[in-house]
C-alpha cells in the first residue's frame, strides 16, 4: 500500500516536471516529455505497481477526455465534412483492420489470421487525445481539424466492435459479415440512445431540483462529471458501444438551451476551470502510462529468445510504413472523386491528404484495446501487445517529426495597443483621483500595480528580437544588482534585514523576464547562484546581526537602501550607455527611463513601503476603483468599435479574475501579521 501511494505521489509530480520543461523549454512537445518520464518511471518500478485494467483505464479517463472534446466540438463544422468523416470512421477503420492483419500474417505465418485482424483493429482508430496534442501546435485548415475531430470523437467505437468481432473469430471459429455488420449497427445505436438517455435523466434531475428550489453548484457539477462515467457504465451494462454514449452526451450536454442566470453563470465558470484542470491531468496520465507501458510490454518480449530483435523492429517498421500508407490510399481515393465532384485540380487536396495522413496517430486507447484480449496462448498474446504498443509510439513520434515539415507552425499575433490604451486611460483616471485625496499611499500601490500590467503588454507587444533583447538586458541588470549586493554586504555596508529586503526588489524583477526568450540555462543558473548566495548569507551572517537595536532599524535600512540603489543606479546606466551600439536605442533609452523613474520613490522614502505594501491588500479601496475605470474604459472602446466584442470579452474576464482575486485575498497572511508585528515593536523602541 505504501509503495502504491508514492508512486502515485512520485506520478503527481511527474504531471508537474512535465509541465515545467514544457514552459523553460516550449520547443519540446509535452506529450514527447511525459513519455519520455513514464519510460523513466518504467525503469524506477512504476510499471509493477501502476497498473490500471483496461477497462478502469477507458472508462475513468478516456471517458471523460472524449466527453469534454465532445462538448468543445464545433458540431455544425464537423457535420459539414460528414462524408470525409464517415470515410475516416467506418470503411477506414475496417480497410486498416484488415489489411494490417494479412500482413501480419504474411510476415508471420504461425499468427492466425483472427488474431493478425485484431491487432489491425486495435491499431485502426485515431486517438483523440493523441490527435489533439499534435495539432494544437500548428495551424490546421478548419476542414481538415473538423474532420480530424470528428474522426477522433466517433472512430473509437467502431475500432473496438471490430476489435470484439475479430476476437470472437478467435475464440469460437466463426465470422459472419452479416452478423458483424449487425452487432456493429446495433452497438452504435445502443450506444448513442444511452447517451441520449443519461443526459435526458439528468436535465430531469435539474428541473426537479430547480421546482424545489434545491439547485447546488456543487451538486451539479458533481452530475456533470458523472455524465461520462454513467454513460459509458451503462451502456457496457447493456453490451453496446460506452465510447459512442459519452461522446452522444457530450454533444448533447454543450448544445442544449443555455438561459443567462446568476446560478447558469456560477456553474460555467466553475465548470470550465475545474474542466480544465482534469483535462490537463487526464491528458498528461495518458502519455504518462503511455510510456509506463511501452516499458512494461515492450522489454519483456525484446528479451525473450523465441524471437530476434532485429525481426520485431522490422515487424514494427513495415506495421508503421502500412498503417500510414493504407490511411494515405484511401484519403487518395476519396479525393481523387472529390476533385471530380468539385470540377478542381487533385492537387489542390495535396495539403489536406499530407495532413490528415499523418495526424492519424495511435495512442494508448490502441493499448487499452488489445490489453482487453482473452487469456489464450501467451505468447501470442505478447506478442500482439508488444506490436501494438512499438507501433503506437513509432506513430505517435513519425506525426511529432513530420507535421512541422508539412504544417504551418501556428502564428501567435501579438497586438496589445488597445490594451495598453485602456490601462494608460486608467492610471490618467487613477491620478485624477490621487490629486483629489488625502491618503494617497494606496493610489501609489494601484498605480504600480497597473504600471506593472502595461510594461508586461509592451514587451509582449514588441518583436521577438526585441523582447530577447529587454530580457537579456534585465538579466544583465539584475546581475549587476545582484553583484552590488552580495558586495554590500560583505563590506558591512547594509544590514542582513536590508539584504533581504533588498532581495525582494531583486526578485521582483526576475518575475518579470520571459522565458521563453531567454536562455533557460542562462536564467536558470543565474538564478541559482543567487539562491546560494543568499543561503550563505543568512547562514554566515545571522548570529552577528540579529543582535541590532530596533529603534532604528526602518531608517537606517531605508538610508542604506537607497544609497545601494542610486549606486547600483550609476553602474546600471553605465552599462547600458556602453552597450548603445548593441543594443536599439529606443531599448536602451527605454530601461533607463524606468530606472531612473523608479529612483525617484526609492529616494523620497516610501520604497520598504510601497514594496512590503503590494503583498496585502491595504490597498483595495484604491484597486477596486481601478477596476470599476477599467470595465468603463473597455465599455467606451467596445462601443465607438476600437475593439471587438471578443476582446472586450477576454479584457471583462481578466479585470472579474483579478477583482475576485483582490477581494478574497483581504486577510492579512500569517507573515505579514508577524511583518506588522515586528514593525510595531520597533516604533516602540524609536
Known amino acids: 500500500m505504501l509503495h502504491t501511494i508514492f508512486y502515485v505521489i512520485v506520478f503527481l509530480i511527474a504531471l508537474v516536471v512535465s509541465n515545467v520543461l514544457n514552459k523553460i523549454f516550449p520547443k519540446l512537445a509535452l506529450p514527447l516529455i511525459q513519455v519520455v518520464i513514464g519510460l523513466g518511471l518504467g525503469f524506477m518500478g512504476a510499471s509493477n505497481v501502476l497498473h490500471i485494467e483496461p477497462e478502469v483505464f477507458l472508462g475513468f479517463i478516456i471517458a471523460p477526455l472524449l466527453f469534454r472534446e465532445s462538448e468543445e466540438a464545433d458540431v455544425q463544422h464537423i457535420f459539414k465534412h460528414t462524408r470525409l468523416v464517415l470515410l475516416l470512421i467506418l470503411p477506414l477503420v475496417f480497410i486498416t483492420a484488415l489489411g494490417l492483419g494479412y500482413l501480419m500474417q504474411l510476415l508471420y505465418v504461425g499468427l492466425p489470421l483472427a488474431a ?33 475531430q470528428g474522426e477522433g470523437l466517433l472512430n473509437d467505437a467502431s475500432g473496438i466492435i471490430t476489435f470484439q468481432i475479430a476476437v470472437l473469430a478467435m475464440t469460437t ?39 424545489v428550489d434545491a439547485r447546488d453548484v ?18 457496457n451494462i447493456f453490451d453496446v458501444s460506452g465510447i459512442l454514449a459519452v461522446v452522444v452526451a457530450g454533444i448533447l450536454q454543450a448544445n442544449g438551451i443555455k438561459r443567462t442566470t ?22 498528461s496520465t495518458v502519455f504518462l502510462f503511455l510510456g509506463i507501458e511501452l516499458h512494461q510490454l515492450v522489454l519483456p518480449l525484446i528479451q525473450h529468445p523465441h524471437f530476434s530483435n532485429v525481426l520485431l523492429l522490422v515487424w514494427v517498421l513495415v506495421l508503421t510504413v502500412a498503417l500510414f500508407l493504407l490511411r494515405f490510399l484511401v484519403l487518395c481515393f476519396y479525393h481523387i472523386f472529390a476533385a471530380r465532384r468539385h470540377g478542381v485540380q487533385f492537387s489542390s487536396f495535396w495539403t489536406d491528404i499530407q495532413l490528415l495522413t499523418f495526424s492519424g496517430s495511435k495512442g494508448t486507447v490502441s493499448i487499452a484495446t488489445i490489453l482487453l484480449l482473452p487469456a ?75 504600471q506593472d500590467r502595461i510594461q508586461r503588454l509592451i514587451i509582449e507587444q514588441e518583436s521577438a528580437n526585441t523582447s530577447a533583447d529587454f530580457n537579456e538586458l534585465q538579466l544583465l541588470i539584475i546581475q549587476v544588482e545582484t553583484e552590488s549586493l552580495e558586495t554590500a554586504l560583505k563590506e558591512d555596508e547594509i544590514s542582513l534585514y536590508t539584504y533581504r529586503t533588498y532581495q525582494r526588489y531583486i526578485h521582483s524583477l526576475e518575475q518579470a523576464i520571459s522565458h521563453n526568450f531567454v536562455s533557460s540555462v542562462q536564467y536558470a543558473s543565474a538564478l541559482t547562484m543567487r539562491g546560494l548566495h543568499y543561503l550563505t548569507s543568512n547562514l554566515f551572517h545571522s548570529n552577528g546581526r540579529r543582535k541590532q537595536a530596533h529603534q532604528s532599524e526602518h531608517d537606517e535600512t531605508q538610508q542604506q537602501i537607497t544609497e545601494l540603489y542610486l549606486r547600483n543606479t550609476e553602474l546600471i546606466l553605465q552599462v547600458l550607455e556602453n552597450l548603445e551600439a548593441v543594443y536599439e536605442p529606443q531599448l536602451i533609452n527605454y530601461l533607463q527611463s524606468e530606472r531612473l523613474r523608479s529612483t525617484e520613490f526609492v529616494a523620497s522614502g516610501t520604497y520598504i513601503s510601497r514594496m512590503v505594501n503590494r503583498a496585502q491588500s491595504s490597498h483595495l479601496e484604491e484597486m477596486m476603483m481601478g477596476y470599476y475605470f ?33 477581494l478574497v485575498s483581504d486577510d492579512h497572511s500569517l507573515w505579514m501579521d508577524l511583518f506588522n508585528r515586528r514593525q510595531r515593536k520597533v516604533e516602540e523602541h524609536r
Open 218 to 235: 456543487t451538486g451539479y457539477l458533481i452530475m456533470e462529471f458523472l455524465l461520462p462515467l454513467a454513460a459509458f457504465l451503462i451502456a
Open 173 to 211: 471459429g466463426k465470422f459472419s459479415i452479416p452478423h458483424a455488420s449487425w452487432e456493429l449497427l446495433i452497438s452504435a445505436v445502443g450506444g448513442a440512445a444511452i447517451g441520449f438517455i443519461v443526459v435526458s435523466a439528468k436535465n430531469m434531475i435539474l428541473r426537479v431540483l430547480e421546482n
Open 262 to 283: 446568476l446560478f447558469d453563470a456560477t456553474v460555467t465558470r466553475v465548470k470550465n476551470n475545474l474542466w480544465d484542470m482534469v483535462s490537463f491531468i487526464l491528458n
Open 630 to 662: 477599467e470595465r468603463k474604459t473597455i465599455f467606451e472602446y467596445e462601443s465607438s468599435g476600437q475593439i471587438s466584442s471578443e476582446v472586450a470579452r477576454q479584457l471583462r474576464q481578466n479585470v472579474n479574475t483579478l477583482e475576485d482575486y483582490s
Open 376 to 450: 489464450g496462448n501467451s505468447l501470442q498474446n505478447s506478442l500482439l501487445i508488444f506490436l501494438v504498443a512499438s507501433v503506437t509510439a513509432l506513430s505517435f513520434l513519425t506525426g511529432l517529426l513530420v507535421l512541422p515539415r508539412i504544417a504551418a507552425k501556428k502564428a501567435i499575433q501579438v497586438d496589445n495597443m488597445a490594451k495598453i490604451a485602456i490601462l494608460t486611460e486608467v492610471v490618467e483616471s487613477l491620478q485624477e483621483q490621487r490629486q483629489k485625496a488625502e491618503k494617497v499611499f494606496g493610489f501609489d500601490l494601484a498605480i504600480d500595480a497597473y
Open 116 to 148: 493478425a485482424v485484431a491487432l489491425g483493429a486495435a491499431l485502426a482508430p485515431t486517438d483523440a487525445v493523441a490527435v489533439k496534442a499534435l495539432t494544437e501546435r500548428f495551424s490546421f485548415p478548419k476542414r481538415v481539424l473538423s474532420s480530424l
